[in-house]
């Protein structure tokens, strides 16, 4: 049975995963070299050397342009602007395939995850940031722009007195959903109440839109084990149905949901 090998290229680990099937043969997690380009190749490079023949799959914490086919938007900046695929297609010798790190979550969990059965998946990451990534029918949807599923970039919905003034965001606009849901804003803010409703509010929107069959959530936020109950209880109001049939599940890999969607970037 063929190998594949899953590479998540986080800000502080790189870990590595070989699925036989969907058994795993190898798991490995090195600290990734912060700020050093040339090491981070090289410490991926040496991962997929010790495990040998295989596919290879790349989460990163951005995407590929489509237009130049450099890293852009990733929050681990060393990496911007660089062709991270084609050096590490020079490097192993192999055809390696990159994706954002929210759709090989998102991947992951439709797979064999939390998921699985269900032909419209969006997976949320609730963490440092907010991400999100989405499967229709076992397929990541990257879009023309390669920015399918960056919901917290979109305003927050319906902002009332308790989310003014409008919060800035590292992107350059303000009162992103990014800024509201991430987890250090939670913990700002010291009120579950008002962030189950912020969710609430901004994952109707995702509803009205796309309408999938389950919302999957990852991150650390992912662990408050109330947002499955009180989010789903409070959307509702703000969704265009008169019955609202969307599961919101947890996670069922954990951490190891990024990794192991990478190596399924080859099906």
């Given at each position: 049975m063929a190998i594949r090998i899953g590479i998540d290229l986080g800000g502080t680990k790189i870990e590595a995963i070989a699925l036989e099937g969907s058994r795993e043969v190898y798991r490995k997690r090195v600290p990734t070299p912060r700020g050093d380009y040339p090491g981070t190749l090289v410490s991926i490079a040496s991962l997929v050397h010790e495990i040998g023949e295989g596919s290879v799959g790349i989460g990163i914490p951005g995407a590929l342009s489509r237009v130049t086919g450099l890293v852009k938007n990733a929050n681990s900046t060393w990496l911007i602007g660089k062709p991270?695929?084609?050096?590490?297609?020079?490097?192993?010798?192999?055809?390696?395939?990159?994706?954002?790190?929210?759709?090989?979550?998102?991947?992951?969990?439709?797979?064999?995850?939390?998921?699985?059965?269900?032909?419209?998946?969006?997976?949320?990451?609730l963490g440092t940031g907010v991400g999100g990534g989405v499967v229709v029918d076992g397929k990541v949807l990257v879009g023309p722009n390669a920015i399918a599923g960056e919901w917290g970039h979109n305003p927050l919905p319906s902002p009332t007195e308790k989310d003014l003034p409008l919060r800035p965001c590292y992107c350059g606009r303000a009162g992103c959903i990014e800024t509201y849901l991430c987890g250090p804003a939670l913990e700002r803010d010291g009120d579950l109440a008002l962030y189950t409703e912020r969710l609430a509010r901004s994952l109707a929107t995702v509803i009205n839109l796309l309408d999938p069959d389950v919302i999957v959530l990852g991150g650390g936020v992912s662990n408050i084990e109330r947002l499955y109950d009180e989010v789903p209880q409070a959307w509702g109001k703000y969704i265009f149905s008169d019955h609202v049939a969307t599961r919101l599940a947890r996670n069922a890999h954990g951490d190891s949901s990024g990794v192991r969607g990478a190596a399924w970037l080859w099906d």
């Open positions: 991270l695929k084609q050096d590490l297609e020079r490097t192993l010798g192999r055809e390696v395939r990159v994706e954002n790190d929210a759709n090989c979550f998102a991947l992951s969990e439709a797979v064999d995850g939390a998921g699985k059965g269900a032909r419209v998946v969006f997976g949320v990451i």
